[in-house]
């Protein structure tokens, strides 16, 4: 089954983006063809079109003295021009992907400009690849919009093979498609919103948020550095520092919370049905809406099977008018364990993950109006209990 997804996105991947938003796409096997004058020439044209500042220039520009020195396995590397950039600046860079067109024009030009010496080449024939990789441990993982190609459980079992790879401390650095773009571009089934980013043979896109991204990590340890969207709000950018790698395949349970009782606050209006809590909070800014206590899901969820996790609640909400705040908190209600999050009203869904700082255990999750002056409305349409590494 994977072995055909891949074969599948071996065909898509031999035509490649050719270099910022510009130029298109181009096959390796068309650049394979030239003489070396040639292909340098048009390699030239594309790495400058993708290394202009707000495509690639501005992580370029980051993250050339931390690779340094470094050992960095790239997954799927394309055309090469973030590796070859930063073996320029001193990196070791292990290029890999599913082509082998794509590698050997990869080592064609890093070849022609004398940085061979620090570059190594692995092609991922399946999805085991990375197990078989022979490297020294390496100071980061390097995936620009590649893993996302993958349905989850194909990138986690790659994911799982690299960390094997990563020394402790070491980063994990992704370009993703981000949630937002997804409802953007129509809610699809990732069999179908490839063809939409990335054009008609595109097996699969799948949108990513950090904890997805961590999700797919559990239950190796991170400490978040960077968590954005960039690229006129087209892609994600989540830069993780991996504190304690646990290559084990061990996912976290999940209890869906919709169905679970919860109580109206402060005379906040409640409606709760299996699929929706629908919740206008009192008119008032801080004031309590609703809560939904814990305590039974907790006990399905059991104990933490591994020291240093916590807990995390995974939520759809859709905020129609003011501001919410989310946040997990002990029997008192201002006894927060974790951060709260506050959103604002806008069109599409939000999706979000409220945590406890560490192991501290919660005994609700709570909704409060953050607006001054408005009695502001919410739809929580999901929420999923889950352990958060
Ligand atoms: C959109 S291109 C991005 C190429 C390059 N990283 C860049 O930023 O231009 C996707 C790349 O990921 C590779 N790829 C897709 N799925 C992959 C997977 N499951 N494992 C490894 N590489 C994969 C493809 O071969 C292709 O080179």
Redesign the pocket.
């Known amino acids: 089954m994977s072995d055909d997804f891949?074969s599948r996105?071996?065909d898509k991947?031999r035509e490649?983006?050719a270099g910022g938003e510009i130029l298109g796409r181009a096959f390796s096997s068309d650049l394979l063809a030239l003489d070396d004058a040639s292909l340098m020439a048009q390699w030239q044209v594309m790495n400058e079109a993708?290394r202009i500042p707000d495509v690639r220039g501005w992580f370029h520009c980051l993250y050339s003295d931390i690779f340094a020195g470094r050992r960095v396995i790239?997954?799927?590397?394309?055309?090469g021009?973030?590796g070859i950039n930063f073996l320029a600046h001193g990196a070791h860079w292990t290029f890999?992907?599913?082509?082998l067109d794509?590698l050997n024009l990869v080592r064609r030009v890093v070849d022609h400009l004398g940085l061979g010496e620090r570059a190594s080449y692995l092609h991922?024939d399946n999805?085991r690849s990375f197990a078989g990789l022979k490297s020294e441990p390496v100071d980061a993982i390097w995936?620009?919009?590649?893993?996302h190609?993958?349905p989850f459980d194909?990138?986690r079992t790659?994911t799982l093979d690299l960390l094997r790879h990563l020394k402790t401390g070491g980063r994990w650095i992704e370009?993703t498609y981000p949630y937002e773009r997804w409802l953007r571009e129509g809610a699809l089934p990732f069999s179908e919103f490839g063809k939409r980013t990335?054009g008609e043979r595109t097996p699969w896109a799948e949108w990513y948020d950090l904890e997805k991204v961590k999700r797919r990590l559990f239950p190796s340890r991170t400490t978040t550095i960077l968590d954005f969207t960039t690229g006129g709000g087209n892609f994600g950018w989540v830069d993780l520092r991996v504190d304690e790698i646990n290559p084990d395949s061990v996912q976290s349970p999940e209890i869906a919370l919709m169905g679970y009782p919860v109580t109206a606050m402060n005379q906040a209006s409640l409606k709760a049905s299996p699929s929706e809590w629908r919740l206008t909070c009192p008119p008032r800014i801080w004031w309590y809406g609703m809560s939904l206590g814990l305590a039974p899901a907790m006990q399905k969820l059991g104990s933490l099977p591994f020291p240093g996790l916590g807990y995390a609640v995974d939520l759809e909400i859709v905020v129609q008018s003011g501001s919410v705040g989310v946040v997990l908190a002990g029997e008192h209600v201002d006894d927060f364990v974790g951060r709260e999050r506050v959103l604002d009203a806008r069109p599409s869904t939000h999706r979000v993950t409220v945590m406890t700082y560490g192991a501290a255990k919660p005994s609700q999750l709570l909704v409060r109006n953050t607006m001054h002056g408005v009695a502001s409305q919410v739809r929580i349409r999901s929420a999923v209990l889950r352990f958060a590494a």
């Open positions: 891949l996105s071996r991947w490649l983006p993708a790239e997954v799927g590397s394309g055309f021009f973030d890999s992907d599913l082509v794509n991922v999805e995936a620009i919009g590649s893993l190609h993958a194909i990138a790659e370009l990335d």
